[in-house]
Nanobody, 115 residues
C-alpha cells in the first residue's frame, strides 16, 4: 500500500506562487502515474495534473501555463509548482498514485488564494 503525504499549502495573494510536495512511502519509479487533484468547496474533486513513470505529463486546461508537475524518483517525491495563482485555485489539493489499477490518496493540503 502506497502512503502519500502532502505539504506546502497555505494562504497566498492572487498572482503569487506556491510549491506543493508529495512524499511517497515507496519508490515512485514503480508507480504508473502520479498526480495532483483538487477539491473546492461544494465541488467535485478534479484532476489538476499527472505525470507517468515514463515522464508524460498532462495538465487540466485551467492550469496550463501556470502549474508545473515534476517528480524526483531518487527522493520519492512529486511536486506541483503553482504560479500566477487565482482565487479560483482555492481548494484542498490531493496527491494521487495509480499503481497496477489501485488508487492511493494523501490527506490533502489546503491552498487559499485571497487578498
Amino acid at each position: 500500500q502506497v502512503q502519500l503525504v502532502e505539504s506546502g499549502g497555505g494562504l497566498v495573494q492572487p498572482g503569487g506562487s506556491l510549491r506543493l510536495s508529495c512524499a511517497a512511502s515507496e519508490n515512485i519509479f514503480g508507480i504508473n502515474v502520479m498526480g495532483w487533484y483538487r477539491q473546492a468547496p461544494g465541488k467535485q474533486r478534479a484532476l489538476v495534473a499527472t505525470i507517468t513513470r515514463g515522464g508524460s505529463i498532462y495538465y487540466a486546461d485551467s492550469v496550463k501555463g501556470r502549474f508545473t508537475i515534476s517528480r524526483d524518483n531518487a527522493k520519492n517525491m512529486v511536486y506541483l509548482q503553482m504560479n500566477s495563482l487565482k482565487p479560483d485555485d482555492t481548494a484542498v489539493y490531493y496527491c494521487n498514485a495509480l499503481k497496477w489499477g489501485m488508487q492511493y490518496w494523501g490527506q490533502g493540503t489546503q491552498v487559499t488564494v485571497s487578498s
